[in-house]
């Protein structure tokens, strides 16, 4: 029952990068809900204040900013405070997941694999350590903006002359930048629900872009890109993508959903983690809804789902004393 969920708050827009994709997101979550009978509301995360957002007293709030100040842990960290319940992963888990150095750590740690990479600081690299990068990686080689997404503040690098420029461009947007070894393959995204033992995937999305750029152009304002879902694996290896990426998800605690990006390397067959999303996109050209959409689960449906899943990391405690 639509009346089940109260009052709810679409948080969209906001002031990271991804601000114009996000109020596309926003924008289809909130008619998505209305339709469903739900009492959804937008609210301007970047127009609008906290005391704003207590003020509206949201019983619960879907999540669809993207990037930082929405997707890293900090408005999450709000609602906690506020007692409003959320969709996606908690605190920790949005903050690493947002680091694309950190979640690597992380899943080198659980023994799964992603390409190998170097970490510089963007202020203080040298000349000669971004020229050493080749030896460490080989070429051609990835520069990126760990903390951002939609592909904002990347580079590929195809030569040791254009290093130099890719890494200014990385560096105007993150005080730190995350050199990659390139993986010549297949790129795969698969969209995971749930929390624990109950997480699973939806199915594999295989993403053919113009020249192989998925740029964010390609990604949300052209239809040259192709998407073919499920992507035409077979079924042992699909089974193997899939639970990669519910292990990648719960490695880092995530809950709710999010969306596990890999690179399926040609020489062997084996998928590598690239970085997951935990707000993912839900345009037009969004992804999830396209994997749920090839299992019968509507647009509408899906985003159902995902407010259903809303909760806390801590839930108040009754009659609190301190100590």
């Not at 679409?10 to 809900?33: C, I, P, Y």
């Amino acid at each position: 029952m639509s009346s089940q969920f109260g009052k709810v708050g679409v948080l969209f827009g906001g002031r990271s990068a991804e601000r114009e994709v996000s109020k596309m997101s926003g924008n289809g979550v909130v008619q998505a809900l209305q339709h469903r009978g739900i009492d959804a509301h937008l609210f301007d995360t970047g127009e609008r204040s906290l005391a704003e957002l207590a003020a509206e007293k949201f019983d619960r709030v879907f999540i669809a900013l993207h990037g930082r100040y929405g997707e890293d842990g900090t408005m999450q960290g709000a609602l906690e405070q506020m007692h409003i319940p959320y969709t996606g992963p908690g605190v920790m888990a949005s903050a690493i997941a947002m680091d694309k150095v950190m979640s690597k750590r992380v899943w080198q740690s659980a023994g799964l694999p992603t390409p190998r990479f170097v970490v510089l600081n963007a202020a203080e690299a040298s000349s000669e350590q971004l020229h050493q990068l080749p030896d460490a990686l080989g070429l051609p080689l990835m520069l990126k903006a760990p903390h951002e997404g939609s592909t904002i503040g990347i580079s590929k690098v195809v030569s040791v002359d254009a290093i130099q420029s890719g890494f200014d461009l990385c560096a105007k947007y993150d005080e730190t930048v995350l050199a990659e070894e390139f993986i010549s393959g297949r790129e795969l995204t698969v969209p995971v629900l749930g929390r624990g033992s109950k997480a699973y995937a939806l199915p594999i999305v295989e993403i053919r872009a113009p020249e192989g750029n998925y740029d964010y152009q390609n990604k949300y304002f052209t239809d040259d890109t192709q998407y073919l879902c499920p992507a035409p694996l077979d079924d042992a290896l699909t089974q193997k993508i899939q639970a990669l990426a519910v292990q990648a998800y719960n490695a880092l605690d995530c809950r709710g959903w999010a969306r596990v990006d890999f690179m399926l390397r040609t020489v062997d067959n084996e998928p590598l983690l690239l970085e997951i999303n935990t707000s993912p996109g839900m345009t037009g050209h969004s992804l999830v809804p396209m994997s749920a959409k090839a299992t019968g689960i509507s647009y509408e449906e899906i985003c159902n789902t995902i407010l259903e899943s809303a909760t806390l990391d801590l839930h108040p405690t009754k009659n609190w004393t301190s100590v």
